[in-house]
């Protein structure tokens, strides 16, 4: 697993399209976060989609099809269900991944894994660059706890895990499958436990991740606190093998919240859109409050319309230019972080695109 980055990002494999945003060329996202649906089973205790509130419409297979077909028109390379939705509960889900991957997309899910089965497992699985468990609790209730759901669904869960690993192992597929930890600090004795469940379901690893908060602090996420935890994560990451990997998001985690650029310059690259079918730069700019940066809607206008109409194009040069402040206008470890630090540092001639930049990685159209 040393060629899987969780810890950083992987625009330096992709220099030809960073070369052309330099030269100022409208270029298509590499990779696009989204989900299927707003809706979700789970009420996690860290959970940012409460702060994404937007009109919603409904996502219909013509839609999400359309949608599909538009990225990879355009030029888009992978496509993450991971956002402000569980996509699990939107009945085209299986539809949309085998369409995805049928046009040539990398495709990826993000999921609590309630609604999975062995028969959806059988038939998406093939077709998935990776799929990851957001599991952040390591017994039923204090699963259950953290997750906002039943203390039932923790073995419900794991058995699912289980079934994902043991269909990768049978027919020899190449899916990654990895847990989630997103870690607060009132229940950091959960890390070393949970790292020791992963291991023991066979997962390709578990990532253990700070939890963002919007600007006005909403969840309460102390960051300070993070300092503290250094030794217990430490001691998650060595429980690592030559197969399995536990690793800790230390840039974000030991970050304070707090960002050294003042410009996004990352969603041209790495697009998120909401649930609700809302395109807009990344989920920290969901909610309506900002409605100014929202771009447009996938149930009303083609994405590729909306790709390339002068607002999509007014709303990534806003947030680049000196009238947006990342440090005080959107939430805080975002999506986009560290892509945004790279390319923060291109412009500022603090580093250079490099030939010499190793071996590809995994995933590597998830940048």
């Not at 299927?36 to 702060?51: A, D, F, P, Q």
């Not at 759901?149 to 058995?159: D, L, T």
Request: some cysteine; aromatic content about 10%.
């Amino acid at each position: 697993m040393e060629s899987l980055i969780l810890d950083g990002h992987k625009l330096a494999w992709h220099r030809e399209r960073v070369e052309a945003w330099l030269r100022g060329e409208r270029i298509a996202p590499i990779t696009i976060d989204c989900a299927l649906t707003r809706r979700c089973n789970y009420h996690c205790v860290y959970c940012y989609g409460r702060l994404q509130a937007n009109r919603e419409y409904p996502l219909t297979k013509a839609v999400i099809f359309r949608f599909l077909d538009d990225a990879a028109e355009i030029g888009v390379k992978a496509i993450s269900f991971v956002s402000d939705g569980e996509s699990t509960l939107s009945p085209h889900l299986k539809a949309a991944i085998l369409r995805g991957h049928d046009n040539g997309l990398d495709m990826a899910l993000g999921t609590n894994g309630y609604r999975l089965d062995t028969e959806l497992l059988e038939e998406i699985l093939p077709k998935l660059t990776y799929l990851r468990f957001n599991f952040s609790g390591a017994d039923p209730h204090r699963y259950a706890r953290i997750m906002g759901c039943a203390p039932s669904s923790f073995e419900k869960v794991c058995r699912t895990i289980r079934s994902s690993v043991e269909i990768k192992a049978r027919r020899n597929l190449p899916v990654t499958i990895g847990m989630q930890m997103v870690l607060l600090p009132w229940y950091a004795d959960q890390v070393i436990p949970l790292a020791r469940l992963g291991k023991r379901l066979g997962v390709d690893y578990l990532v253990i991740k700070h939890c963002s908060d919007d600007e006005n602090g909403s969840l309460g996420v102390d960051y300070k606190a993070y300092f503290s935890l250094t030794n217990i994560l430490r001691k998650a990451e060595s429980i690592s093998t030559s197969s399995y990997s536990v690793k800790a998001k230390w840039s974000k985690i030991m970050s304070g919240g707090k960002r050294r650029y003042s410009r996004c310059y990352g969603p041209p690259f790495l697009l998120q859109m909401s649930g609700s079918g809302l395109v807009a730069p990344c989920g920290m700019l969901f909610n309506e409050r900002y409605n100014e940066f929202h771009i447009g809607n996938i149930a009303e206008k083609s994405f590729k319309q909306i790709y390339e109409g002068a607002r999509y194009w007014h709303v990534m040069n806003t947030i680049a230019s000196e009238n947006f402040d990342a440090r005080r206008m959107c939430g805080s470890l975002c999506l986009q972080h560290k892509v945004n630090e790279f390319l923060w540092d291109l412009k500022n001639d603090r580093l250079k695109l490099s030939t010499q930049i190793g071996a590809t990685p995994m995933h590597v159209n998830f940048i």
